[in-house]
């Protein structure tokens, strides 16, 4: 494959941690499988390396794409064996309670809960957890869908939950905390995952040093995703990118998580976070027209607090965008529907068709 400049730079920098900020249609998923496969050809042990991905389905997808990498450096015959090996490619939740059970034999018994489970658990346990005293003039399910924020917020933001004022919240929360650690059922929330590991690790400098001594390259997908707690724990990792080179690729034009705590500002500080960081920039598209991507950078232009980057492209102009101001949503499903009818009948597909909302409720 023919990459460009950019792209060959990224491939090519062995200078320590890095940040690829990789625009919408860039090709970083080839550049970051490309790089993870180059680096074990050059002889970095795969046990060593750490590719996270924001879901489970990126991680197939990347494992997939390093697979076709490793294969075809075997073909060159630059090495022998194009198997993943131990490479940990997945989400930082599975990642961490994998290693808090291998470091510390005390949370061997200990599961990840979703937040579907916890729910069911806390109505169960409803009385026994005092939430009556917290319940006030809010509904029962609405003092549980609280109760279930507060204790992200918790662990998410490291919060001490003694320096809360209200007493019965405080007793609710321990209640809660000593369920769910009881043997032979023992169960982490993902926000409690990381905040468990970070503390493992900080608070044992024999286990800090064991870790940090294991891991030589540290790869972040979605880095624009990452929240307070999870940047911290890659800082721990990587003993700040002195131990571990951390490669971070994301773009903060992209980030849409900030309701769940991520955070653009790990993304616009890394160069200050991790020692000598470089930023390289994957500015071309190779999906969208001239047109769309005028329109993007019309728009992400107006977003405060970003790094500069320009989107463009090879591709033709295409069609010129359509926007209709709807009265209500009515009228806009209205819209949405007569446009797609007119345009079959005119010799298209349905199939030709995606209808791209923001709430499910909207469907």
């Excluded at 400098?205 to 870790?211: D, G």
């Excluded at 999906?287 to 977003?303: C, F, G, W």
């Excluded at 010129?320 to 949503?329: C, L």
């Amino acid at each position: 494959m023919i990459y460009t400049t950019n792209q060959q730079e990224a491939l090519d920098y062995r200078g320590g941690n890095l940040l690829i900020i990789a625009c919408a249609g860039s090709g970083k998923t080839q550049v970051l499988s490309r790089r993870i496969a180059l680096l074990v050809s050059e002889g970095v042990p795969k046990e060593s390396i750490i590719a996270f991905t924001f879901t489970d389905m990126a991680a197939g997808e990347l494992k997939s794409r390093i697979r076709k990498e490793l294969a075809s450096l075997r073909e060159e015959g630059r090495i022998d064996d194009a198997s993943l090996g131990e490479i940990y490619i997945g989400t930082i939740h599975s990642f961490s309670l994998q290693l808090l059970k291998e470091i510390h034999p005390s949370y061997r018994n200990y599961d990840i809960i979703d937040e579907k489970r916890q729910a069911a658990i806390i109505v169960s346990k409803y009385l026994d957890f005092g939430l009556d005293k917290l319940q006030g003039a809010n509904s029962k399910i609405e003092t549980i869908r609280r109760f279930i924020e507060t204790l992200n917020i918790i662990y998410r933001e490291n919060l001490d939950v003694d320096n809360f004022k209200n007493q019965d919240l405080i007793n609710s929360v321990h209640q809660y905390q000593n369920f769910i650690k009881q043997r032979p059922n023992c169960f982490l929330t993902f926000d409690e995952i990381i905040a468990e590991l970070t503390s493992v690790i900080e608070s044992n400098e024999a286990i800090r040093a064991q870790v940090q001594n294991r891991f030589t390259n540290i790869f972040v997908d979605e880095y624009q995703d990452v929240d307070d707690r999870q940047e911290q724990l890659i800082r721990l990792l990587s003993n700040d990118g002195q131990t571990a080179a951390v490669c971070a690729v994301g773009d903060d034009d992209q980030a849409i998580y900030r309701f769940r705590g991520a955070t653009i500002e790990n993304i616009l500080n890394f160069e200050k976070q991790f020692q000598n960081a470089v930023v390289i920039r994957l500015e071309q598209n190779y999906r969208s027209t001239k047109t769309i991507l005028e329109a993007a950078n019309d728009v992400i232009a107006h977003n405060a607090g970003r790094k500069e980057k320009t989107l463009w492209t090879d591709l033709e102009d295409g069609k010129k965008i359509i926007w209709y101001k709807a009265v209500d949503e009515t009228d806009e499903s209205r819209f949405v529907a007569e446009k797609i009818e007119k345009e079959v009948q005119n010799g298209a597909s349905y199939q030709d068709f995606a209808v791209l909302y923001r709430m499910n409720a909207q469907s």
